[in-house]
């Protein structure tokens, strides 16, 4: 019988925990949810969710000390997820609420999804709800990353979220969505570091592709 692909879940108290290990075991991962660091052990792969407000997200995972296990993780080569503030705090800074220092493992910056659209209308904040994803535009294809197989303009995943990353090396943005006409990074890929801003656990059958495609890398 072929070994399940074990999954090291970090908890830092600011994610859905329980839908997004429900979204792994259905996948046929086993999981291991994490408290603190000192209970981390090394895992095939990392998983690093998160909703809210970024300062108290960076902040837990730092008294808790994942952030020593995170750059640890990512310095193996192993596969590692972020999702959401997840992804949002692989970054250097986010500038939620004020300026706030991320992991620095991917330059770049989380700013404010735009409150207009590209006509100058208002349009609501936080984006929230169903978008397709779209190549990023550095992005020719999907091949090779844990998008593969997603079909662009049609893999609508879930959003919900008022600020998101701008990548400074377009090499990293993997996907994007549209919102109001503006492209807000949807999804980034470097070696083995993957992350999205949406959702795989509330994206109903492509959200599941998106976790076994990352289980299989």
């Keep these: 019988m072929t070994k ?8 830092y108290g600011m994610a859905n ?18 408290e603190t660091a000192a209970e981390a052990k090394p895992a095939d792969r990392l998983v690093v969710p998160g909703v809210g407000a970024f300062e108290k997200s960076i902040r837990a995972v730092r008294e808790k000390g994942f952030d020593d296990l995170i750059r640890r993780h990512a310095e193996t080569g192993r596969p590692f997820l972020g999702v959401c503030v997840g992804m949002q705090m692989l970054f250097d800074a ?8 991320g992991l620095g493992l991917l330059p770049g910056r989380v700013s404010r999804v735009p409150a207009v659209d590209t006509s100058g209308e ?5 984006h929230i709800g169903w978008s397709p994803l779209v190549p990023a535009e550095a ?6 990353t844990f998008l593969a197989g997603q079909q662009p303009g049609e893999a609508n995943v ?6 998101a990353a701008r990548p400074a090396d377009a090499r990293d943005g993997l996907a994007d969505c549209l919102y109001g006409g503006h492209r807000i990074c949807a999804a980034v890929q470097r070696d083995n ?21 990352f289980l299989s890398l």
């Design 139 to 144: 992005q020719r294809s999907w091949d090779n």
């Design 17 to 34: 925990m329980l839908n997004v290990a429900r979204a792994f075991r259905h996948c046929g991962a086993e999981i291991r949810v994490v």
């Design 94 to 101: 986010s500038e939620e609420f004020g300026e706030h220092e």
């Design 158 to 163: 879930y959003f919900v979220h008022s600020f």
């Design 193 to 213: 570091i993957c992350a999205t801003q949406f959702h795989p656990e509330r994206s109903g059958e492509i959200g599941l592709s998106v976790i076994r495609r």
């Design 4 to 11: 399940a692909m074990e999954i090291t879940l970090v908890d």
């Design 122 to 126: 208002p349009q609501p904040v936080p």
